[in-house]
Nanobody, 114 residues
Framework: QVQLVESGGGLVQAGGSLRLSCSAS????????MGWYRQAPGKQRELVAN???????NYADSVKGRFTISRDNAKNTVYLQMNSLKPEDTAVYLC????????WGQGTQVTVSS
């Protein structure tokens, strides 16, 4: 069974940066889209950013210009560089690999203090 393991979350002051990583526990064939979602308390899960196998990216309007998603297909890893963080970015961030199956990570907490 494939597991996605996220790392890089934590507590940061507003204006700071964090880099999230998400790797599969073993090689996964046929992953097309890798993405990051987030869920804040009392809110619905929302897409933050995703990237397809060809490198085409898609971002939520709220993070455009601040966050950058990238992937390493050979390592089955996706990254999210988050700059200029705001308190409203506080949430649990979950990675997702979409291919023949749909895989989710457990989530990593990102807390931005004002």
């Amino acid at each position: 069974q494939v597991q996605l393991v996220e790392s890089g979350g934590g507590l940061v002051q507003a204006g700071g940066s964090l880099r999230l990583s998400c790797s599969a526990s073993r090689s996964v064939f046929g992953i097309n889209v890798m993405g990051w979602y987030r869920q804040a308390p009392g809110k619905q899960r929302e897409l933050v950013a995703n990237i397809n196998r060809g490198g085409i990216t898609n971002y939520a309007d709220s993070v455009k210009g601040r966050f950058t998603i990238s992937r390493d297909n050979a390592k089955n890893t996706v990254y999210l560089q988050m700059n200029s963080l705001k308190p409203e970015d506080t949430a649990v961030y979950l990675c997702n690999f979409l291919g023949p199956n749909n895989y989710w990570g457990q989530g990593t907490q990102v807390t931005v203090s004002s």
